[in-house]
T-cell receptor, first 117, second 111 residues
Framework: ETGVTQTPRHLVMGMTNKKSLKCEQH?????MYWYKQSAKKPLELMFVYSLEERVENNSVPSRFSPECPNSSHLFLHLHTLQPEDSALYLCASSHDRAPPGAKNIQYFGAGTRLSVL | GQNIDQPTEMTATEGAIVQINCTYQ??????LFWYQQHAGEAPTFLSY????GLEEKGRFSSFLSRSKGYSYLLLKELQMKDSASYLC????????????FGSGTKLNVKP
């Protein structure tokens, strides 16, 4: 148990569906992240929220829409996805700012395995 | 650009020692992290290096050479449960919240 919980663990959706991924952290962190993990490729950072404000958006298509209503919850809203969006979507959290020399480790959830048909 | 390289896959025998290498080229450097990820599970933090040298934590050790852009993760007394993917991640100097990950090294431990 890493303190970061993602639901659902598995999701199958058609290209015209709308669904949402949920992430919740119980670590007292104030920064949260969405990553995409595809087979044999590096984790790709999608979005970063710091103190509930989006501070990073790595050229992600608009069919992915993040939402961070408070420092403990993060959502990824999905609509009109493409088959190439099938991947493992990982959420992570960390402290936004840590004292000099601190590690500022990111803690990950187990991910949502998404299949787009 | 950012470039993190790791071997794709390695195989080692139970009880042995294995070294997983990671080389990186990034815009500035502010720490290197190793994570372990079992299939279907969350990546979990293993080690952190920001200064040159060796960090030891039980059966796992991690080494860093900033001048060479090089790190390795050393696993001793391998156990079957060590079969997993090992991810190397580098934090650049200019963005405290941004990690650049390698593709991961899948380690197979055989009896």
């Amino acid at each position: 148990e890493t303190g970061v919980t993602q639901t659902p663990r598995h999701l199958v959706m058609g290209m015209t569906n709308k669904k949402s991924l949920k992430c919740e952290q119980h670590l007292g962190h104030n920064a949260m992240y969405w990553y995409k993990q595809s087979a044999k490729k590096p984790l790709e950072l999608m979005f970063v929220y710091s103190l509930e404000e989006r501070v990073e958006n790595n050229s992600v298509p608009s069919r992915f829409s993040p939402e961070c209503p408070n420092s403990s919850h993060l959502f990824l809203h999905l609509h009109t996805l493409q088959p190439e969006d099938s991947a493992l979507y990982l959420c992570a959290s960390s402290h936004d700012r840590a004292p000099p020399g601190a590690k500022n480790i990111q803690y990950f959830g187990a991910g949502t395995r998404l299949s787009v048909l | 650009g950012q470039n993190i390289d790791q071997p794709t896959e390695m195989t080692a025998t139970e009880g042995a020692i294995v070294q997983i290498n990671c080389t990186y080229q990034t815009s500035g450097f502010n720490g290197l992290f190793w994570y372990q990820q079992h299939a279907g599970e969350a990546p979990t933090f293993l080690s952190y290096n920001v200064l040159d040298g060796l960090e030891e934590k039980g059966r796992f050790s991690s080494f860093l050479s900033r001048s060479k852009g090089y790190s390795y993760l050393l696993l001793k007394e391998l156990q079957m449960k060590d079969s997993a993917s090992y991810l190397c991640a580098v934090r650049p100097l200019y963005n405290f919240n941004k990690f650049y990950f390698g593709s991961g090294t899948k380690l197979n431990v055989k009896p």
